[in-house]
Antibody
Framework: QVQLVQSGAEVKKPGASVKVSCKVS????????MHWVRQAPGKGLEWMGG????????IYAQKFQGRVTMTEDTSTDTAYMELSSLRSEDTAVYYC???????????WGKGTTVTVSS | QSALTQPRSVSGSPGQSVTISCTGT?????????VSWYQQHPGKAPKLMIY???KRPSGVPDRFSGSKSGNTASLTISGLQAEDEADYYCCSYAGSYTNVFGTGTKVTVL
């Protein structure tokens, strides 16, 4: 049974960076696809990027290219998502999600609230 | 990549059926059989309800079914129950390892 445990809430100032972690248990990170999805207050889900272990590819949504970096520490089975040059519009709940296949997400973390405010 | 188009809301009485549409293009919904659907209750993480257009994960009631025709995918909830009241999002693979979500639909049980 795969479980994802995310890091705690963050408050950041505009222009800063935030790094959210997602620890995997019950499975080995290298065998799982990993996606990051965010949801601004009162808004819908937005796919930010993902990692496909079959091909070793990490792809970011065009909207976030240049500002987001997704990495993995296989020694601790922890995935990370770092978003830089934060602005108020980045205030959202950030989810990590995984699946047996890259094309769907069947296990989700509880989410990490990131608030960007001066 | 533009979000897939869903109706803002649908509603039905207990026991009725409702269908949520998810319209994309030939570059996403129409191009791949990789449409998934997620249920989200307020303050909770999304839950996978349908994957690969019409497959149901273990534990999801068979009242939930998915289909696709051309560039439009659909989620049907048969025998609507009170606990089905939630937001629903479609998601499609869009090529080159990218995915795109729908705009979301609020299902109300009258």
């Amino acid at each position: 049974q795969v479980q994802l445990v995310q890091s705690g809430a963050e408050v950041k100032k505009p222009g800063a960076s935030v790094k959210v972690s997602c620890k995997v248990s019950g499975y080995t990170l290298t065998e799982l696809s990993m996606h990051w999805v965010r949801q601004a207050p009162g808004k819908g889900l937005e796919w930010m990027g993902g990692f496909d272990p079959e091909d070793g590819e990490t792809i970011y949504a065009q909207k976030f290219q240049g500002r987001v970096t997704m990495t993995e520490d296989t020694s601790t089975d922890t995935a990370y998502m770092e978003l830089s040059s934060l602005r108020s519009e980045d205030t959202a709940v950030y989810y990590c999600a995984t699946g047996a296949d890259y094309y769907y997400m069947d296990v989700w973390g509880k989410g990490t609230t990131v608030t960007v405010s001066s | 990549q533009s979000a897939l188009t869903q109706p803002r809301s649908v509603s039905g009485s207990p026991g009725q059926s409702v269908t949520i549409s998810c319209t994309g293009t030939s570059s996403d919904v129409g191009g791949y059989n990789y449409v998934s659907w997620y249920q989200q209750h307020p303050g909770k993480a999304p839950k996978l309800m349908i994957y690969d257009v019409s497959k149901r994960p273990s534990g999801v009631p068979d009242r939930f079914s998915g289909s696709k025709s051309g560039n439009t995918a659909s989620l049907t909830i048969s025998g609507l129950q009170a606990e089905d009241e939630a937001d629903y999002y479609c998601c499609s693979y869009a090529g080159s390892y990218t995915n795109v979500f729908g705009t979301g639909t609020k299902v109300t049980v009258l």
